[in-house]
T-cell receptor
Framework: GAVVSQHPSRVICKSGTSVKIECRSL??????MFWYRQFPKQSLMLMAT?????????EQGVEKDKFLINHASLTLSTLTVTSAHPEDSSFYIC???????????????FGPGTRLLVL | KNEVEQSPQNLTAQEGEFITINCSYS?????LHWLQQHPGGGIVSLFM???GKKKHGRLIATINIQEKHSSLHITASHPRDSAVYIC?????????????FGKGTKLSVKP
């Protein structure tokens, strides 16, 4: 089946530093990748939708200058948390969707997630 | 009111029991996903369905589009099934397959 990886799986950083999280589709080309955030005991919340070769679309309330998304290739999207603060500590999950066809509905393959702790 | 509601929120079962987790939604959808989130956080996609019923091993997912309801069943439950099970819907006509997630059902299966 389709595999999506994330790196790193866990990161601890100091307040004010920037952190980059990578999301890769390992065995398929992902035309669209999604970035989600999950706070403890909460549902996943979509942060942004990333299409290869174009600017990401951010959900309301998500600062695009703080959460920089780059989808430079069909297998890689990166999320950079700039000037991270303790309130950015969360579980960040990406998912990837391959090219759709009329036979296949919305299929998203989820990465394992990255746990960010900002001290 | 949330657009996706799951019940129960928490469920404890004995090994071997038949388990049912329910999901109701209030919007038109193009697809419904059942996901499993392990204690470490990683998410596994179990099913994606838009009608009828799907089966994979001990897992069965059903959906009734008219009633806007889906169920996830686990037969012969095992402690390794302990996880959070999440229902998520792809809103019909929504942008780029944006999923709306339920809050999850935490399942604990005791040996």
């Amino acid at each position: 089946g389709a595999v999506v990886s994330q790196h790193p799986s866990r990161v601890i950083c100091k307040s004010g530093t920037s952190v980059k999280i990578e999301c890769r589709s390992l065995d398929f080309q992902a035309t669209t990748m999604f970035w989600y955030r999950q706070f403890p005991k909460q549902s996943l919340m979509l942060m942004a939708t990333s299409n290869e070769g174009s600017k990401a679309t951010y959900e309301q309330g998500v600062e695009k200058d703080k959460f920089l998304i780059n989808h430079a290739s069909l297998t890689l999207s990166t999320l950079t948390v700039t000037s991270a603060h303790p309130e950015d500590s969360s579980f960040y999950i990406c998912s990837a969707r391959g090219p759709t066809s009329f036979l296949i509905l919305e299929t998203q393959y989820f990465g394992p997630g990255t746990r960010l702790l900002v001290l | 009111k949330n657009e996706v509601e799951q019940s129960p929120q928490n469920l404890t079962a004995q090994e071997g029991e038949f388990i049912t987790i329910n999901c109701s939604y209030s919007v038109g959808i193009s697809a419904l996903h059942w996901l499993q989130q392990h204690p470490g956080g990683g998410i596994v996609s179990l099913f994606m369905l838009s009608s009828g019923k799907k089966k994979h091993g001990r897992l069965i997912a059903t959906i009734n589009i008219q009633e806007k309801h889906s169920s996830l069943h686990i037969t012969a439950s095992h402690p390794r099934d302990s996880a959070v099970y999440i229902c998520a819907v792809a809103k019909y006509g929504g942008s780029q397959g944006n999923l709306i997630f339920g809050k999850g059902t935490k399942l604990s299966v005791k040996p």
